[in-house]
Nanobody
Framework: QVQLVESGGGLVQAGGSLRLSCAAS????????MGWFRQAPGKEREFVTAINWNGGNTYYADSVKGRVTISRDNAKNTVYLQMNSLKPEDTAVYYC????????????????????WGQGTQVTVSS
C-alpha cells in the first residue's frame, strides 16, 4: 500500500547536477528502507544507492560513489538523490524503490529486496 512518485529528471550537460525526488504515501512509511535504481537503454536495471530509514546508514554503487548523495525527509515522506559531476554514462531512467524491514542499506543491492517501485524519471546527460 505504498505509492512512489519520482520527479526532478531532465537534460543536463556532462559535469552538471540534478536532484531527484521520490514522494511516498502510506501511514507506515517509516518502516521502509528507500533506494534508487537505474536502467539505460538495452541494459539491465542496476542498483544506485539506498538508505535505511530506521538506522540512517547508506550504501552506494561503485559507479556513483563520491558523486551521489541519498538523503531523507521523514516529515515530507520524501527521499532525495543529489547527483553531481554527471557523466553521459549516467543517462538512464531512474527508479525509486522501497523495501519493508530493510536490515541494512547494502541489502537493497539485491533487487529482490524491493517491495515497491516508482514509475521512473528520465535523466539524460549530454557530452
Amino acid at each position: 500500500q505504498v505509492q512512489l512518485v519520482e520527479s526532478g529528471g531532465g537534460l543536463v550537460q556532462a559535469g552538471g547536477s540534478l536532484r531527484l525526488s521520490c514522494a511516498a504515501s502510506g501511514r507506515t512509511f517509516a518502516i521502509y528502507g528507500m533506494g534508487w535504481f537505474r536502467q539505460a537503454p538495452g541494459k539491465e536495471r542496476e542498483f544506485v544507492t539506498a538508505i535505511n530509514w530506521n538506522g540512517g546508514n547508506t550504501y552506494y554503487a561503485d559507479s556513483v560513489k563520491g558523486r551521489v548523495t541519498i538523503s531523507r525527509d521523514n516529515a515530507k515522506n520524501t527521499v532525495y538523490l543529489q547527483m553531481n559531476s554527471l557523466k553521459p554514462e549516467d543517462t538512464a531512467v531512474y527508479y525509486c524503490a522501497a523495501a519493508r524491514f530493510l536490515l541494512s542499506a547494502q541489502a537493497m543491492g539485491n533487487a529482490h529486496a524491493v517491495d515497491y517501485w516508482g514509475q521512473g524519471t528520465q535523466v539524460t546527460v549530454s557530452s
